[in-house]
């Protein structure tokens, strides 16, 4: 399936919305990858059921602190001189290329790259919204090898890592993007077609799209984008609940950037919900409470948005003072299950709490 | 020429002074060492003239705080998977390898990988001394490029670092080392015969088991080993002034682990010396002041000894209680032109003094 040029701000909006928060703003990178478009031949998007078996596809995306990237441009070459490394480190080419992480920025970067190489992007990713961190993808909870991983950064400098614990993978990349400036860009989880078929979240692509065409119409026809929002969310199948969760004015905001992570806490004030909202992140949003109870919690979806816009506001852009809805979303069936919850339930994150789906938490709340 | 068993004891205590507090205690290397030595057909030893202006060197040894190398204990494989990897990076084998520093355990480390890749280490370094930070070796000042380099660790994991800037070589060395636990093994500066000829440090190796070699023999005839050291030291030609500073007890010591180095401060009060000696470290020693009077500077050698027996106590080994003498060497003149001080003089640490030669600060004193 051909992307249209018209498709890509669609896909940044629903990318962002299902990055929860984190994958980075997606400004940059939908410049870039309408230069990108404009360059090349187009961009490729093919079914994860249409990849050969024996392909072999490079899951990509960038590792750091989101607020950095919003000051420390990328050099456009980043991908594209990993992706080629892992090719000589592998002793074939590459098939295909797949976002890491669905997620504003990481959803958009990897059809940039696969322009360039003459590569199609699989409609699929590997967390099905966006993590902090490497190993939170179902490519390590389902037990493949994050290495060989190559790590580039805007100054040229390149780094292959190979470990078998893709936790320490995620640690000395984690150290390299601090190394290398606060953000990195990495080709890690090389996988056959029929390793991503058996793990990979599929559709992902194609739904972030749905998403973003859904809302830009409801605007169009002066309808309310966050109930387009929702229904379009909820009829991908991927995320079956959609809910507005509070709709209120950011009073406070903590955030620093701290061990390679954008850190921190918001509170939202309601205007027209009742008491406060408290949201804590590491890059991406984990844990809403509504007054001190639990509301929503990873790995469910969490995502801040501007009221009156509904575009999604990323947590290295979120700013006191402004107009918000939070929006939360039932996480991919592939991530509730109670191995995936220990890489990325809230346990995971160092909360004494139980995963408890989002749809549970708030079984009155309507969108 | 080839190293007999017994000259390892040698090397390991006249690298050690050389180090300069620096380059790791020589226990464990000394004992890989002699075990390295059992089981191949022993060590070889050449001269740097007569290595071909073609052939390929690696030099080599341990990045990272020597604090924790009294802790972490190596493989005894990081050396070899560092080495077959530049192999495999740069097309062709190695001919020899040599030690990127010479310090107690970095100068012993090489001998134990060429042992088992059967290849001789050529008798030079890379700093003619030990210097914290991989930018301050002689191959970065003559201009050569540190990369590609290979870092691996205890644990298996393998990072390759290609970049043209060697300054962000180390700090990415140095961020890995951090992320491997605090320390790791480095190739680095992949440099010709030629190339090695220009720049390095010669002789330092034969120099170090010839220092070595004087003090046990003064210590067997019952003499004064601090006498032997300093006539072997400035017989050696490479550092042609040698000092007692100071005698005493260690009355004092801050001593930290910060961004992967070991960084402090030893007090240590005269006992025949009048007043008090004040030593900064960052893994070396770095600079001594008597009573607030400077009495030597990088990139001359300060090494803190035992007074009874004269083995160098590196700077991880510092104790309040010990006592020792301080003796310090003037640097190979290649450190001390003015383009190899803007990298290892005092003021590349911070200091606000131009460098003054310790023979220069103690006219006075013999030892």
Redo the contacts between chains.
Sequence with gaps: MRIERSALPDLAFGAAFLGSGGGGDPYYSLLLAEAAFERSDGFELVSLDDVADDALLAPCGWVGAPTVSVEKLPNGREAVDGLRRLETLMGRRIDAVLPIEIGGSNGLAPFIAAAEMGVPVVDCDGMGRAFPESQMAIFNIRGLSACPSVVTAA???????????NN??E??A???S???GGIAHMVEYPLSGAQAKATAIPGSISTAIAIGKAVREARAAQGDPFEALAAAVEATGLYPHCRVLFDGKIVDLERETRGGFSVGKVTVEGLKSPGHMTIEFQNENLVAWHDGVLRAMVPDLITIMDSETADTITTERLKYGQRVKVVAAAAPAQLRDAVALSFVGPEAFGYETSFIPVEHLNPETRS
């Design positions: 100054c040229g400098a390149l780094s292959v890592i190979e470990t078998d614990d320490k993978h640690r000395i984690r150290a390299l601090v190394a290398l």
